[in-house]
């Protein structure tokens, strides 16, 4: 009996180097749609898109700017900030990609950019104290908070981030 080879299209998830380099567009095209419909909700696949893409050349783009730009229709920096929350986190369930992105922008703001706001979160918030605590490792933290187990202004003075509140009694001024 002769061997027989089933051809099918690509998916997402198929390695660019098991497929022929005349499919590579359909590959390309099924990503892309992967891009606009899941990746919104839960981008984990966005590590192996990138690491695919690398092992293949870009798939023929040239670059990874290029191919995130034009053949995924992603903002490359608004990638890499993803790449760098999912490789934090290293998530067992999925993750939104504007979460990943907030989670992957570390450090201060760029000179004239000082209000965390502006990166989309505002200081001192249930957010930005989960932000803060997957960025610094304090994942047990996290996992509390998020259960409602502790407040998230309760884990920021546990680690120092935040001070406790002095309360004052209008009557007498007596401070705790």
């Known amino acids: 009996m002769a061997a027989v080879k089933i051809i099918r299209p690509p998916v997402c998830s198929d390695p660019a180097t098991d497929i022929p380099r005349e499919q590579w567009p359909e590959l390309i095209a099924e990503r892309k749609s992967f891009c606009n419909g899941v990746l919104p909700r839960d981008c984990r696949m966005l590590l192996f898109f ?17 191919y995130l730009h034009e053949a995924l229709g992603l903002d490359p920096q608004q990638v890499t900030w993803a790449i760098d929350g999912l ?15 907030k989670l992957g922008k570390q450090g201060r703001p760029k000179k004239g950019k000082e209000n965390l706001a502006i990166q989309g979160l505002k200081y001192g918030t249930r957010a930005h104290w989960l932000v ?3 960025r610094e490792g304090h994942a047990d933290l996290a996992t509390k908070v998020r259960s409602g187990e502790m407040s998230a202004n309760a884990a920021a003075e546990k680690l120092g981030w935040r ?11 007596f401070t705790t």
């Open 132 to 134: 803060r605590l997957d």
């Open 50 to 66: 990138v690491d695919d893409a690398e092992k293949a050349d870009w798939l023929g783009y040239g670059s990874r700017n290029n």
């Open 87 to 101: 490789r934090q986190l290293k998530p067992d369930e999925p993750i939104a990609y504007d979460w990943a992105q």
């Open 163 to 173: 001070k406790k509140p002095k309360f004052v009694c209008p009557n007498c001024g």
